[in-house]
């Protein structure tokens, strides 16, 4: 199993550009999350999905993010346009229903 | 939510068992205790998860008080590979056993020779 693969690993980008993150879950789960890490707040709950469907966005911080899960094998969480303190590092993670959560190895963002 | 309190820090020798506690005193009946561990610069890592009996797996025990306010995540032979911070999380319980993961401080565990 290939666990949970995110792209870009890393990415650094200019303020006001658009950044987007990809994810894909482990075969078979059918939930998948979004986190944002930073020293100031931990880590953060964005946003999941439960079969494709966005349940819980109350943890996006405005409406420069946006994610979307087209098929049950991908995701992609936008930002749109970026400011410097989006800079962080991104987690995705997935699980069957109601199950433990198998994180990915993240994507560090720099936006200057 | 169910409110974990762990401590910030503990040290333990390489070889040794790491113990580490977690309050959950807000713990509601049917809630679970799940812990992670973050590895430097990797992503969280699911460990184990109770409800009330003790459990063990290939990588820890689980150790749940019998009025479920506090459990001990135990790595029986610590090795320098566990140095990580350590999370104990109870997920609400009306959005499914494991949904909403709520990471706090957790514990930074550092494993010495």
């Known amino acids: 199993d290939a666990g949970v693969i995110q792209s870009p690993r890393h990415e650094v980008t200019e303020m006001g550009q658009e950044v987007t993150l990809r994810c894909k879950p482990i075969s078979g789960h059918n939930s998948l999350f979004w986190y944002r890490q930073t020293m100031m707040r931990g880590l953060e709950l964005l946003i999941y999905?439960?079969?494709?469907?966005?349940?819980?966005d109350s943890g996006m911080p405005e409406d420069r993010f946006s994610a979307k899960m087209p098929n049950a094998s991908f995701s992609t969480l936008k930002i749109q346009p970026s400011e410097p303190r989006d800079s962080a590092v991104y987690f995705c993670?997935?699980?069957?229903?109601?199950?433990?959560?198998?994180f990915g190895p993240g994507t560090r963002l720099t936006v200057t | 939510d169910a409110k974990t309190t762990q401590p910030p820090s503990m040290d333990c020798a390489e070889g040794r068992a790491a113990n580490l506690p977690c309050n959950h005193s807000?713990?509601?009946?049917?809630?679970?205790v799940y812990w992670y561990r973050q590895i430097h610069s990797q992503g969280p890592q699911y460990i184990i998860h109770?409800?009330?009996n003790n459990e063990t797996n290939e990588m820890a025990s689980l150790i749940i008080t019998e009025d479920r306010k506090s459990s001990t995540l135990i790595l029986p032979h610590a090795t320098l590979r566990d140095t990580a911070v350590y999370y104990c999380i109870v997920p609400p319980l009306n959005t499914g056993t494991a949904s909403k993961l709520t990471f706090g401080t957790g514990t930074r565990l550092q494993v010495t020779l």
């Open positions: 109770g409800l009330k």
């Open positions: 999905f439960n079969n494709n469907v966005p349940i819980d």
């Open positions: 993670a997935s699980s069957r229903t109601d199950r433990e959560q198998y």
């Open positions: 807000t713990i509601s009946g049917n809630e679970y």
